[in-house]
Structure formats: C-alpha cells, structure tokens
C-alpha cells in the first residue's frame, strides 16, 4: 500500500539495512507487495501480535528511540517464548510522531533490526508513517513449534508444580523496557521436560497466573516465601511489600509455568539455562488462587495482586 | 501482552465470533500468547502488513466504522493478491479513539470479520486498546502462493503486454474505502497464463507501473486512449480530465500485470474472470514511461501522473 506520508523513505531504508542480513529462509524480502519466507518443516505457524502506543505503553523521552524499537519486538518474542516457540519472521507498522523527526525513526528501527538479528528473526516486511499524532509500533512475528509442540495456557494439571524463571517486580524501573525475552530459555525448558503449561509475566504473577487457571480449569496455592522478588522490587519504597510488587506488577516478561513435580524436581536439579528457576507453588484442583503465608495461613489472591494489610 | 487500556474487552468479544468461524486450519486462535495455523503444503508462506490512520488513510465521519474495518484487511487483501496468492490468516492491532464507544469498535471488527469470512481467512489473533488519540488499525495478513509460484514486480520483460483489471481514477469520491480486492481475479489469471509481474494500483497508474518498471529495469509505452476512465473519474469536474484522475490518482486497487502478447491475446479472449480487463500498453527496453496520444506523439510519464497542458 501507499506510504504516502513516509517522507523519510523509511522502508527503503530499512531494506538497504535488512538486505545485508537475509538468510535463504527469506524467499522475497522488503520492497514487493508481500514478503515470502520459507515455512516451518513441521507445518504450522505461529503468529502473535502486538501494539505499543506513546503514552498508553511508553513515555517520551523517559523511553529512547532505542528502549522503544527493542520493546515492540521483544513482547512478540516474549509471547512466542511462552508458546516454547522459535520465532522466524516478523513484519513492523511504525508510525512516528512528525516531531521526533528522521533520527528518531531510524534508531527505532534500527533497535528492532537488532534485537531480530540476536534471535535469527527475519524483518521482511514493514509499512511506515508520518503524521502529526502518537508514536506507535505493532509488531507482528511469526515462528514455529519445536519438535515438542507448542505449550499453551491449558495444559495445567492438579499436582503439577509451578515454576518461574529469574525475579519478579518492580519492572517499570526500567526492565520493562529493556528486558531480554526468554526465547531460548523456553525452547531449552521443553526441549528438557514436557510443560504443560506456560505464559509470560506481563500483566503481573496473580493474573498471568489466572489466565493459565482459568484456561487449565484449575486452581493454584502459592507460597508467598518462595516467590524470587527482584531488587527493584526492594528498592521501591512505595509502601508496596516487595511481594506485593512481586504479584501485582507487570511487564516482567519472566516465563511462568507448569509441569509434573518430577519433572520440576529434574529441571531444578539440572538447569537446562543460566537463568534461575524457582518453583513458588502448585497446581490444585478447583478454580483460584490462593497465597499460602509462611505461617502456614491460606488467602485468597485476586487477580489483581495483593495487598498487605495491617 | 496486556490489553491494558482495552475496557471493552473486545479481544474476548472477537475471539467469541471467531470461534463459531474457525476451520481445522486453526490449530490455536485468539486467546493464547500466539495463534498457531496449519501451514501450506508448498512450504511458503506471504506476509504483508498495512496501517490505516484516521486524519490520514480516513476521516471519521466520512468513513463508517464498517468501512474501516472493511478497507484495514482489503488493503493487505490486495497485497497478497498483486503477488497472486491465497490469503489465509490474519491479525490485527487496532487502537480505538475512546469517544467513539464501544459500538464503533465493534462494528469495525465485525466489518473486517465478514470480510475475512468472505475470502475464507482465519482472523487468529488481534491486540486492542482504547485511548484518547486517533484510531489507528495495523492488520498483517499471511497466505501462500499457488502452484503457479507468487508473481512479484520485478519479473517485467520487454515485449510484454501491459493489462489492467477494472476502472481506474476517482476513488476517492468511495471506491477506496468499499472496493473489492481482485483475490479470486489475480489467481483465476496467474492460473489461466504465466504472469510476468503484477502490482496493485495503489498510488496510482502512473506511480505503480514506475514500481514495476524500476525493479524490472525496463521501460514502457501507455496508449492514453486505451486506459480504462470510470465513471468518478469522469464525474470529477475538478478541471483534470478523466485520463489524468486515471494516471494519477491512488486507490484504486486494481491489478497491472505484464504478461507474453500472445498469453495476453488468450486472455483477453478468453478472459478467467468477470471483471474487464484491458491492454494499456507494452514493455519496451530501457526505463521509464512513456505516453502515447491519439496522433502518434509520445510524451514521458512522470511517476506522479500526467497533467495535460493547455
């Protein structure tokens, strides 16, 4: 289509760029009317989108150029690592807020071609604007199951443990932003057990949780010590209990997720990645959550989070 | 990700309608981290991306919200089908303006459901939020090609005919919001002969054949007589002729494919389908376009269309 407001020549641009960098999986890359990319042995294909919007998802210039590009593809790659997909290809509709001007577009652009160079993903598509609004980037990356097949929210099951990766809350100190998706991390995970099921922390632990709950039809007890708190979340000094950032914040993009306890006990034992896993609960039959206290005392946690209360 | 600002809950919503749609080729839909589709037997898969922005690609009221939703997939429609190939899937990030409600959302993604229903692609993922900019709509469509292989800009050789679908000129006064992309056109024809290159007229006649002409390195000569004028074209009264609305105006979404003059006198003999198709010329060596006039005389073409001199 037309890119009638792209004075900046901004997919010219980005082609010349991605030129130098296509693998023969890229069949036809940027510059035609679709891209073409070779398909998955397997036959079938991920696809996950995302929008992030100036003012609703990031703040200029609290973000850069740089935070922004990187973001708009590392939440698609978050979402294909907790699918324990590989992420191939990916397409980016930009549209960029005349102001920032030329500079700007180029190093968000730019970002984003990097962070899909570090996980082998092809950019062959894009469509780009100028225009006197927001800044705003949607992704959308394409990638193919392991030989394992892809772990969804459903599959939890009463009995099977539940494990996170790396240490949760306080992300909006500046992980949020620059976080690295766990993509190899998933693939090495199911590649060493059978998940049965897996989300990324985005919209906080008590709900991501939820969403695997209410999908698996089942129910969860957490142990409240046991949950890895980051040190964002100690140093927040909000009146917020760095548990309470660690269930209720956002945009981790940690990996939560749920296998049979031997299983459990085999990853944990040997590690199939750098990053450190924990396991903070398990799986029950019924429905909800519930935060088991270290005195041994059971609550109810909302979707929401937590609040301590005094 | 989180649909943080998405009150309305329309990913729940649309993943509601979707369901009663979805055909074995979904594998997941809505609701997971990724969609998962079965992918094409030949092992290829097309991707093309579009953004529509309000004040820019639309204007609210002029445009309904059925409209909106309509012309966000067709526009990627007439992607795949200037490459001659079948869509399948698609996904689609939409930002709404909050004043609209929640009834123009609904019916801008209805709009785009039906479409994808009419053309047989699985709409499997989507990202929606609500703010106080503009609306804004990014759809990604993927397909495959046919056996015939896909048909890109560049395959133009000298000698070849050049043929148009359709009308062309005066879109705006409604065909670019409500036009139907050529899909079934473009495959009937890439299967009735071997076309050489294709583009749809997306910038305009003028601008689009320039597309065809620079990645194919050849040149061309147009018979002005010859070019197909619609009836908005001719009912612009703005002081342009009806051959300078065709030249030069955008969105017309038609298909312009060269093709060996003897495929093209077989089909336009014997044409594969119900929309007109006309010769509007051929592809010489060289660069560049030419105009042929009525009394012989050649006059070049610019990119931009053709403004007749008094």
Do not use: Y
């Not at 999986?25 to 991920?46: H, K, N, P, Q, Y």
């Not at 142990?223 to 979340?233: F, H, L, M, V, Y």
């Not at 990853?267 to 039959?285: K, M």
Request: proline share 5%; net charge negative.
């Amino acid at each position: 289509m037309a890119n009638a407001s792209d004075e900046f020549a901004l997919i010219e641009w980005l082609r010349a760029q991605m030129a130098e960098r296509r693998t023969d999986r890229v069949l036809l890359g940027i510059g035609d009317d679709a891209a073409v990319v070779r398909t998955s042995e397997i036959g079938e294909t991920l696809i996950a989108t995302d929008v992030l919007l100036e003012g609703v998802h990031f703040s200029l210039p609290d973000a850069t150029a740089r935070d922004v590009g990187h973001k708009a593809l590392a939440v698609n790659l978050s979402d294909l690592a907790a699918m324990a997909a590989r992420p191939t290809a990916a397409v980016l509709g930009a549209v960029f807020r005349r102001e920032l001007g030329e500079p700007f577009a180029r190093e968000l652009l730019q970002a984003a071609a990097d962070l899909a160079d570090r996980f082998a993903v092809e950019l062959v598509g894009g469509d780009t604007c100028i225009w006197d609004g927001p800044t705003m980037v949607c992704v959308t990356l394409m990638g193919e199951p392991t030989g394992r097949g892809v772990v969804r929210r459903s599959g939890a099951k009463p009995g099977d443990s539940i494990l996170v990766t790396g240490e949760l809350g306080g992300s909006l100190a500046g992980k949020h932003l620059r976080f690295q998706p766990r993509v190899e991390e998933a693939i090495a995970l199911h590649a060493a057990a059978q998940l049965h099921a897996m989300i990324d922390v985005s919209d906080g632990l008590a709900a991501d949780l939820n969403h695997i709950l209410r999908e698996s039809r089942v129910g969860a007890v957490l142990d409240a010590e046991r949950i890895p708190t980051s040190d964002a979340a100690h140093r927040a000094r909000d009146g917020r209990s760095p548990l309470e950032h660690a269930l209720g914040d956002g945009e981790d993009f940690e990996l939560l997720f749920t296998l049979a306890p031997e299983d459990a006990q085999h990853l944990l034992a040997h590690p199939p990645c750098d990053v450190p896993l924990t396991c903070i609960g398990q799986i029950v039959s019924g429905s909800g959550c519930q935060l088991r206290h270290p005195d041994g005392s059971l609550q109810p946690l909302a979707p929401s989070g937590w609040r301590h209360r005094f």
